[in-house]
């Protein structure tokens, strides 16, 4: 009989997968691995240096443990970092990689087993509880000591074609995955939102999250459908159940072909009202997808992964050499380059910039992380602005949350404009700095940052986290992410009628931007300007092309005032009323 597993479900364009389960499996190898001499002290060195990290981080959380809390948690950090410091772990572990000559991974998780025996005979119960303690100082070291993404756990294996089951997969290991043909993800973690669902999304690849032991429950090898638009994965498939998907992906592939025709074609409304259609680009090689998907430009490069899988930051000259090699793929079309986004769900390896924090969402992250570190930032914005006496380039600042902000960046803009004069550095002096609506607060404040700025980019997926107080990457609160809750829509309206109302442009670059259901009501909201995945763009186009707008802005007039008690579904069929079938 056909069996079920559930999350949820991110359908790019592609809804559907049929493949063989290949298991990511993150336990550590115990095959010993031995290192030739004259490697042992780079080994210890390696230690040491993970051991400085994890102490780091330890202190780093007990500072933020809270006044008034229980005593015994901040005592229960001081017992790891003690463990840290002692000697039947660490000085063990120096032991076996010099007397052994084992690297030091292999050597920490072998003494980790010696100690773990050691506490699993013990008589007493609480004492027996300490090999967790052990446990979670060992694992906390080996996230220093081994960065391992799950690129490499795949070492040469052949999957294209299967669909990857794992525990967690992180942007950057998604990135490392794009090219090798994967046909879906099966993740036991994750929101619908988080950087590794969007990316999956911009890949085209389908994918179920937040499928809770997923990893435990498949098999390697066995034939999974993966269903992304009802976020079910079925194994132990009935012929008849593997036949209709079979039909449902060549109906889907018929359905794109259609959908080609329109490459070409206007991006407007059946009364004739342009939209225009962008891409918003992951990475550089996406260029090329969002050219052949007819877009009209780029309005959201998301830099951020620049900064992974790699141990140095970039340099101005890489990034404008980036920035240069998308600007000739686009062939003159404009570029909206979004300064860095780090923190959060985007993060890398180098955790001197993001050090642990209780509340990464609300933390250090994006234009707050990049205005307190001018290394990061400075590079970034020079480049950017060099980059701009090559073609039409905008820049646009992600996650403002207050004026002053927006003062800093531009008071950072002016200064490095005037240092490039001196230096007689070509840039556009017009070139449009935008900011990123993603915080409500910033929403709400759209008016006066619109006459601040040049235009203005509704980021949906963080502006429905912050709005209804939802972590976009943790699955288990992923049924409350609404783009249709009453406040959400709300708020973009208010976004849209402030724009309107300065004569500023306004786009959106969410993902619910490339939503083909949400197409009518962004329309009639007042939205002429739409970034998505480039996959998503001609089922956007197909969808602007069959909407009545005059029809849809009397008719979202009417619903927006009676919109907290309709039902969402209510919402949008009335106005799939304005749309031809
Ligand atoms: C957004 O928040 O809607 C957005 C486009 O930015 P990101 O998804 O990269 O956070
Ligand atoms: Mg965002």
Redesign the pocket.
Not at 459 to 463: F, K, Q, V
């Given at each position: 009989m056909t069996l079920s597993l559930h999350g949820v479900g991110i359908d790019g364009s592609r809804p559907v997968a049929i493949g063989e389960a290949f298991m990511l499996n993150r336990e550590p190898s115990l095959v010993p691995a031995q290192i030739p001499a004259h490697q042992v002290q780079v080994e210890l060195d390696r230690l040491d240096a993970a051991l400085a990290c994890a102490r780091r981080h330890l202190e780093e959380v007990r500072r933020q443990i809270p006044a008034g809390t229980p005593k015994h948690i901040a005592e229960f950090i001081d017992a790891h970092l003690l463990m840290l410091a002692d000697s039947a772990l660490v000085d063990a572990t120096r032991d076996l990689i010099r007397e052994r000559s084992v690297n030091a991974s292999w050597a920490l998780q072998s003494q980790r087993d010696t100690l773990v025996e050691v506490f699993d005979r013990m008589e007493d119960a609480y004492l027996r509880t300490r090999r967790d303690d052990v446990d979670h100082v060992v694992r906390q070291i080996q996230l220093f000591l081994d960065p391992a993404t799950d690129a490499d756990l795949l070492g040469d294996a052949d999957v294209a074609g299967r669909v990857i089951v794992a525990e967690d997969l992180t942007p950057a290991d998604t990135i490392l995955l794009r090219h090798r043909g994967v046909a879906a993800f099966v993740i036991e973690h994750g929101g619908p939102?988080s950087?590794t669902a969007?990316l999956a999304r911009s890949l085209d690849i389908p994918a179920v999250m937040g499928v809770h032991r997923a990893v435990q429950r498949l098999r390697q090898g066995e034939l999974l459908v993966v269903d992304a638009e009802t976020g079910t994965v079925l194994t132990e498939l009935e012929p008849a159940i593997l036949e209709h998907y079979r039909a449902r992906l060549a109906n889907f592939d018929a359905h794109r072909r259609e959908l080609r025709r329109l490459v070409r074609e206007p991006s407007a409304t059946r009364d004739g009202v342009p939209v225009v259609l962008l891409a918003n680009l992951e990475l550089p090689e996406d260029v090329a997808a969002a050219r052949d998907n007819g877009a009209a430009g780029v309005g959201?490069y998301?830099t951020e992964f620049l900064y992974m899988n790699r141990d140095a930051l970039p340099d101005e000259e890489e990034h404008l050499e980036t920035y240069l090699g998308i600007i000739r793929g686009l062939d003159g079309i404009p570029l909206t380059i979004r300064t860095l986004?780090l923190g959060a769900d985007k993060q890398i390896p180098d955790t001197s910039f993001h050090p642990a924090r209780s509340n990464p969402a609300l933390g250090l992250r994006a234009i707050r992380l990049c205005l307190q570190e001018p290394a990061l930032f400075l590079p970034q914005l020079r480049a950017i602005l060099r980059a701009s006496a090559y073609g039409p380039v905008r820049i646009m600042i992600?996650m403002i949350s207050c004026m002053a902000e927006v003062n800093a960046v531009l008071g950072l803009i002016a200064e490095a404009r005037r240092e490039m004069r001196r230096e007689r550095v070509a840039f556009d002096p017009l070139m449009p700095v935008g900011g990123?609506i993603?915080v409500p607060a910033a929403a709400l404040m759209a008016g006066a940052l619109a006459r601040r700025l040049d235009f203005l980019s509704i980021?949906?997926?963080?502006?429905i986290q912050y709005t209804l107080a939802i972590d976009r990457v943790d699955d288990t609160v992923s049924y409350l992410y609404d783009p249709l809750h009453p406040a959400v829509i709300r708020l973009i309206k208010h976004v849209i009628d402030a724009a309107a109302s300065t004569r500023t442009r306004v786009s959106m670059?969410?993902?619910m931007a490339g939503d083909p259901r949400y197409t009518p009501l962004l329309l009639g909201l007042g939205l002429r300007e739409l970034s998505m995945q480039p996959g998503s763009l001609l089922e956007v186009k197909d969808r602007v092309r069959r909407c009545d707008l005059g029809a849809l802005a009397r008719t979202v007039a009417d619903v927006v005032d009676h919109i907290d008690e309709m039902p969402a579904q209510v919402l949008l069929d009335k106005l799939e009323a304005c749309v031809e079938p």
């Open positions: 939102m950087h969007i959201l998301r986004d992600p990123m993603e980021g949906t997926n963080d502006l670059c969410g993902e």
